[in-house]
């Protein structure tokens, strides 16, 4: 039985060899110039870092560039994947058409894996993209379990889902925090530091919160609780859905270690011992609730509701 790849994501470049030896096979990484809702910022050089520690050990480093791309940045991306395609990193995460654009006339040798973080809907979508040159397709997160094997079945690209963290529900470019903080004669730096202030919305009648951060991409509202689907890997692994991501974007490296591991311990089971993967798999969920930071539970997200168009 093919076995998915588990990718995650480190907030630096300290974080990779502990997540590594945690058991991920991929790293997405990448710098805010270019990418978009990153677990942390990686300068060039961090970046060439990464790339020598994970193939050191036969990983796979994937780096974003899913940014919303403008004319005052489209400029760029063609000296960028130049840089990456150098140092022969594993995957260039997109959503642009424009880096499609850029890698043709760069004549850069980069696999493309595109993500739009709503639109891969349909396998008709994914297979447009995988004959423009890609070569994975990322998944929307509001997709359900059936539409998701639905569409693994009938993709010509590889396919990837979210299995654990938080997903944003909403993006503006405007800088909505700045601009709060200046009309109440507040001063705010817009750095990535201030991802880990805890910053949140709250739904008083919900009784959610909802973290909220801003970046040089603009504002982003996340989820008010954590996707978690260590126990329901089975259906996804039989439909042989090829990579398996733990966002960690707003967590700790203590909690992104022991989650890598719990599902690396998952992955391997399903694909040798399925019995002792079901005798374990409520024990990994429980030590994953034990360790969830303050006021963030754990849920399906969207996997197992009805997907309404």
Same mark, same amino acid.
């Given at each position: 039985?093919?076995?998915?790849?588990?990718?995650? =994501?480190?907030?630096?470049? !300290?974080?990779?060899?502990?997540?590594?030896?945690?058991?991920?096979?991929?790293?997405?990484?990448?710098?805010?110039?270019?990418?978009? &809702?990153?677990?942390?910022?990686?300068?060039?050089?961090?970046?060439?870092?990464?790339?020598?520690?994970?193939?050191?050990?036969?990983?796979?480093?994937? $780096?974003?560039?899913?940014?919303?791309?403008?004319?005052?940045?489209?400029?760029?991306?063609?000296?960028?994947?130049?840089?990456?395609?150098?140092?022969?990193?594993?995957?260039?995460?997109?959503?642009?058409?424009?880096?499609?654009?850029?890698?043709?006339?760069?004549?850069?040798?980069?696999?493309?894996?595109?993500?739009?973080?709503?639109?891969?809907?349909?396998?008709?979508?994914?297979?447009?993209?995988?004959?423009?040159?890609?070569? &994975?397709?990322?998944?929307?997160?509001?997709?359900?379990?059936?539409?998701?094997?639905?569409?693994?079945?009938?993709?010509?690209?590889?396919?990837?889902?979210?299995?654990?963290?938080?997903?944003?529900? @909403?993006?503006?470019?405007?800088?909505?925090?700045?601009?709060?903080?200046?009309?109440?004669?507040?001063?705010?730096?817009?750095?990535? !530091?201030?991802?880990?202030?805890?910053?949140?919305?709250?739904?008083?009648?919900?009784?959610?919160?909802?973290?909220?951060?801003?970046? $040089?991409?603009?504002?982003?509202?996340? !989820?008010?609780?954590?996707?978690?689907?260590?126990?329901?890997?089975?259906?996804?692994?039989?439909?042989?859905?090829? !990579?398996?991501?733990?966002?960690?974007?707003?967590?700790?490296?203590?909690?992104?270690?022991? $989650?890598?591991?719990?599902?690396?311990?998952?992955?391997?089971?399903?694909?040798?011992?399925?019995?002792?993967?079901?005798?374990?798999?409520?024990?990994? $969920?429980?030590?994953?609730?034990?360790?969830?930071?303050?006021?963030?539970?754990?849920?399906?997200? @969207?996997?197992?509701?009805? =997907?309404?168009?």
């Amino acid at each position: 039985m093919k076995k998915p790849e588990l990718l995650v =994501t480190p907030s630096k470049v !300290s974080d990779v060899l502990p997540l590594i030896e945690a058991g991920a096979d991929a790293l997405l990484i990448g710098e805010q110039t270019y990418g978009i &809702r990153l677990a942390g910022e990686f300068s060039r050089e961090d970046v060439e870092q990464t790339v020598k520690l994970a193939h050191a050990h036969d990983k796979k480093v994937y $780096v974003a560039m899913n940014a919303i791309f403008h004319n005052d940045r489209v400029q760029l991306i063609g000296d960028y994947l130049i840089f990456l395609d150098a140092l022969n990193v594993d995957g260039v995460v997109f959503g642009d058409p424009a880096v499609i654009m850029a890698a043709k006339e760069t004549g850069v040798n980069l696999n493309l894996h595109w993500s739009t973080e709503t639109t891969g809907t349909n396998y008709f979508t994914c297979n447009y993209w995988g004959r423009k040159g890609a070569t &994975r397709a990322v998944l929307a997160k509001e997709l359900n379990m059936d539409s998701v094997i639905d569409t693994k079945e009938n993709a010509e690209v590889e396919i990837e889902i979210q299995v654990h963290g938080m997903t944003c529900m @909403f993006q503006s470019k405007r800088t909505l925090i700045g601009n709060y903080y200046e009309y109440q004669g507040k001063q705010m730096d817009v750095e990535g !530091s201030n991802m880990e202030e805890g910053l949140f919305l709250h739904d008083q009648e919900r009784q959610n919160k909802y973290p909220i951060f801003e970046d $040089v991409n603009g504002t982003h509202i996340m !989820s008010p609780n954590d996707v978690c689907m260590i126990d329901e890997l089975e259906e996804f692994v039989d439909a042989g859905i090829d !990579s398996f991501k733990i966002d960690g974007i707003l967590k700790s490296l203590s909690y992104m270690t022991e $989650v890598t591991a719990l599902y690396r311990k998952a992955i391997d089971l399903l694909t040798t011992d399925k019995e002792a993967y079901e005798d374990q798999k409520d024990d990994w $969920v429980k030590r994953i609730e034990e360790i969830q930071p303050v006021n963030r539970s754990v849920d399906a997200g @969207f996997f197992f509701k009805e =997907t309404v168009y």
